[in-house]
């Protein structure tokens, strides 16, 4: 991050809005208004990303498409529903990181979780654990218990747990890295986060890509409130697989299709096992009909089902955005002083009366923070009566994030000061 003094106060705050490059993209949003007409504060794209004023156009084109051309559309128009996927491929792997081939959007993030876990957990009476967070989100642990049970072990005895020291709120990067080299052995998988959904800490995914495969483990990361977030490398990284939703950060609206990613030297190798169906053939004979199934090469050989063109179409519209503001570089390079501001202001105006539980250095967050404040959920109520979308979550944090796509330097402000404002009663 470049270093800037920031200043307090709503003419700073404009300031910094009128020097953003960026700033013009949030017109390409809609923003949810409050009762009186004005925009609210709306920092919650880290659980629903807001909707893309391009997106009803690019739907409606799907829908126009099936009434002119019925099953033709597969073939004709201008995205033809066959290959519509591979039109997303590209942008989607400059998001990740993801090489040729790797990256395919399909189901849902805790569906392809198991498709991936199919391929990647195969435990054996030495080598039976999965390494995930004690305080993972819910679904993922839930994936994993019912995965170590389909293949007959204890979840008591094959779930290896990482948790933050006691009195500490996130995980010591020194704590994993001992984690994995003393039970390293044992463990088949080792499956984290990105970014942390609960703390926002942001994982080291390229050390532990290295330290997981030194010890012969695989190394999934779930990347649902990473990617469109942080600045990915999983192929560099040397990720096995990923999973992640598109409504978070992507902006492609509520259960939109995920992404998946898998590593070329899994993706290429036709013998792995999995789950397969009819859209994960060999595009060259899909439509023979033909026994045995034969995997598409790539990540695509994970497909299941033709998938739901509506949802994909608004994953097209929200990319093209992605693209027009130049990926996650510039986005990030806003996002880390966003969000430097956004904490610096917390500090500034509320001191110890707020705690932010998210770490502080750029490198170890995305764009939210997580914030205990006194009132707890009361607190939180409150700030929704007074027009600042953000999310509670239980036992007691509320997230902000504030993104570089439409979030902008005057909604950090209107939400310390209305913070203070409630704070000060
Ligand atoms: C949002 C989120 C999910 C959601 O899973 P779905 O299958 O899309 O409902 C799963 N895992 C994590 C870590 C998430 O943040």
């Known amino acids: 991050m470049t270093e800037i003094s920031f200043e307090a106060g709503l003419d700073f705050a404009r300031l910094m809005d009128r020097q953003d490059k960026l700033a013009s993209f949030r017109d390409r949003f809609h923003i949810p208004k409050s009762e009186d007409g004005s ?10 990303g807001l909707q893309p004023t391009n997106t009803a156009d690019a739907v409606m084109a799907e829908l126009e498409q099936w009434r002119d051309f019925g099953v033709k559309g597969h073939f004709e128009g201008a995205f033809p529903w066959m290959p519509y996927h591979e039109f997303l491929a590209p942008a989607m792997a400059e998001l990740v990181g993801g090489g040729d081939g790797e990256v395919v959007v399909m189901n849902s993030l805790t569906v392809n979780l198991h498709l991936m876990m199919v391929s990647f957990y195969r435990p054996t009476p ?7 967070e004690d305080q993972a989100f819910p679904s993922d642990r839930y994936a994993v ?6 293949h007959g072990f204890d979840p008591d005895r094959s779930t290896c747990l990482l948790r933050p020291r006691d009195g500490e709120a996130t995980i010591r990067h020194e704590d994993l890295c001992d984690l994995i080299e003393r039970e390293g052995d044992e463990i088949a998988l080792i499956l984290l986060p990105g970014v942390q959904y609960y ?9 532990i890509a290295r330290l997981g495969h030194e010890k012969g483990c695989m ?15 999983l192929h560099d990284w040397d990720a096995d697989f990923a999973v992640w939703c598109t409504y978070k950060y992507l902006n492609a609206g509520p259960g939109a299709v995920g992404g998946c990613f898998v590593h070329a030297r ?13 859209w994960g053939h060999d595009k060259a004979n899909r439509f023979e009909m033909i026994h045995p199934f034969q995997a598409s090469v790539g990540a695509e050989g994970w497909q299941l089902s033709n998938p739901p063109i509506l949802s994909l179409a608004s994953i097209r519209a929200s990319l093209d955005v992605f693209s027009d503001a130049g990926f996650m570089q510039p986005l990030r390079r806003k996002s880390e002083t966003l969000t430097g501001y956004l904490h610096w202001l917390l500090q500034e105006e509320l001191g110890p009366a707020v705690e932010v539980i998210t770490p502080a250095a750029p490198n170890e967050r995305g764009c939210q923070l997580s914030v205990r404040a006194p009132g707890g959920k009361a607190l939180f109520g409150k700030l929704d009566e007074a027009g600042i979308v953000g999310d509670w979550r239980e036992p007691d944090v509320i997230r902000v994030a504030p993104v570089p796509l439409y979030n902008s330097f005057e909604d950090c402000y209107r939400f310390v000061t209305i913070l203070k404002s409630l704070l000060d009663k």
């Open 199 to 207: 703390t926002g800490q942001v994982f080291d995914m390229a050390a």
């Open 145 to 150: 218990q019912s995965q170590i049970k389909f």
């Open 266 to 278: 899994h993706g290429n190798a036709a013998d792995m096992p999995r789950l397969s169906g009819w």
């Open 219 to 233: 190394v999934g990361f779930d990347l649902a409130h990473a990617v469109g977030n942080i600045p990915l490398r």
């Open 126 to 132: 030495e080598r039976h654990k999965i390494l995930i």
């Open 39 to 48: 925009d609210t504060v709306y920092l919650c794209g880290n659980s629903l």
